[in-house]
């Protein structure tokens, strides 16, 4: 029942995530400074928790390579999937960032072991990955020579974010603290890489640098809800293997933020998706079957 309940907590926190996303395309606030703002808070509140919780700031040597790399990724990813949707439409590329839980999920079968109600497991993944093509795959009239490369990359560079944090959270986090240590760093590292970005990208464009009150206040709200999934997903990990976290998450993430976009933010849907949104229900509760209470 615990396993339950840290699982809605983590979706709940991911649904904020992924609506302060929404709210900030919708407010129009420069993309790039926003994550910039994001990660500065979310390195503040991580922070924040290891002062409170009286864990010693030494950061270890073995978190470094880590934090330097999921950082990395998580900057690099923001930046392909802007491209892509720029190139190829928002379903395709949300689809596949989405569809690549198969990545984790394969290697936490088949490398850290995680076998347990192998088939329950395969179904509920086939299924949640129907489910995702059915409510976010909206065909694009956009047609562009090579476009394609984009959302692969989109799909193996999400693919790799979940894949590291499982690794690291399996092999190198022993010691009380240290997921809390494994997260300052990939929020630092994320953090200078973004405000780079939103350097670069505003002097590209010749815009004004500097960051409003707008885009402070959705960044930082942006960033609290990262913090919190971020330590969630890393706790959730540790608790039941990313095989049965990665797919329960992604696939209630995107039938709850479907399902809010319909209420309040008067978007229509079409009976694929609705029939999308009962597959995802459908996966969610199978793959829950293989939890170990």
Not at 56 to 74: A, D, H, Q, R, Y
Not at 267 to 287: D, M, N, P, S
Request: charged share 10%; proline share 2%; hydrophobic share 55%.
């Amino acid at each position: 029942m615990q396993n339950i309940i840290y699982l809605i907590i983590h979706i709940l926190f991911a649904i904020g995530m992924f609506i302060s996303l929404k709210v900030v395309n919708v407010k129009k606030v420069n993309k790039y400074q926003a994550i910039a703002v994001n990660y500065f808070v979310a390195m503040v509140f991580t922070l924040g928790d290891l002062i409170f919780g009286g864990t010693e700031i030494l950061f270890p040597v073995k978190l470094i390579v880590p934090s330097l790399i999921v950082g990395t990724l998580f900057v690099t990813s923001f930046i392909v999937m802007t491209y892509s949707t720029q190139k190829v439409g928002i379903g395709l590329t949300t689809a596949l960032n989405k569809m690549s839980v198969v990545i984790p999920v394969t290697v936490g079968i088949l490398y850290l072991g995680q076998s347990t109600g192998l088939y329950l497991k395969v179904a509920g993944i086939i299924l949640a990955l129907a489910s995702f093509f059915l409510i976010l795959y909206k065909r694009s009239d956009k047609r562009v020579k090579g476009a394609f490369i984009l959302p692969l990359m989109v799909f193996i560079l999400s693919g790799m974010i979940d894949t590291s944090m499982e690794l690291t959270n399996n092999l190198a986090l022993s010691k009380d603290g240290e997921r809390e240590l494994f997260l300052l760093g990939i929020f630092i590292t994320a953090f200078v890489l973004s405000a780079l970005s939103a350097l670069v990208t505003g002097k590209s464009k010749s815009q004004e640098i500097g960051f409003g009150l707008k885009t402070i206040a959705f960044g930082s709200i942006l960033g609290l809800f990262n913090f919190l999934t971020s330590k969630m997903i890393l706790v959730n990990v540790a608790r039941m293997g990313g095989s049965v976290v990665f797919p329960i998450h992604n696939a209630s993430v995107v039938m709850l933020t479907a399902l809010i976009g319909v209420l309040f933010f008067k978007e229509v849907f079409t009976r694929k998706q609705w029939i999308g949104v009962i597959l995802a229900i459908v996966a969610v509760f199978i793959i829950a079957n293989t939890m170990q209470y």
